[in-house]
């Protein structure tokens, strides 16, 4: 099994950044990829951006894409998400997540379907 734990969630104005990480404990050998997804009230959990684990392949929702960077620590079993630019419409619960699967496409590390274990979220809330 794989655990998961989210942290650097806090509160911003409109146009500061915050750098959120997810660290992995348990059976972090069979990790194949490590998303981000973000939910507020009312509406589904939507994807935000993932990394391979073992490759660099990187994925971004359009909305973020240019104002987000993702990367990891394979040592420390990590994944850093840097968000710039922030803006209100960014306020969510953000939650980490991994699978152990390894898929032919990246689309497949758009869903959330994809991923087995996630994390219990971390608030970002920016003020305009």
């Known amino acids: 099994q794989v655990q998961l734990v989210e942290s650097g969630g806090g509160l911003v104005h409109t146009g500061g950044s915050l750098r959120l990480s997810c660290v992995a404990s348990g059976r972090t050998f069979i990790l194949a990829a490590i998303g981000w997804f973000r939910q507020v009230p009312g509406k589904e959990r939507e994807f935000v951006s993932a990394?391979?684990?073992?490759?660099?392949?990187?994925y971004f929702s359009d909305s973020v894409k240019g104002r987000f960077t993702i990367s990891r620590d394979n040592a420390k079993s990590t994944v850093d998400l840097q968000m710039n630019s922030l803006e209100p419409e960014d306020t969510a619960v953000y939650f980490c997540?991994?699978?152990?699967?390894?898929?032919?496409?990246?689309?497949?590390?758009?869903?959330?379907?994809?991923?087995?274990?996630w994390g219990q979220g971390t608030q970002v809330t920016v003020s305009t």
């Open positions: 997540a991994a699978t152990d699967l390894t898929y032919p496409s990246g689309n497949y590390y758009y869903a959330r379907r994809t991923y087995r274990y």
């Open positions: 990394i391979r684990w073992r490759g660099n392949s990187t």
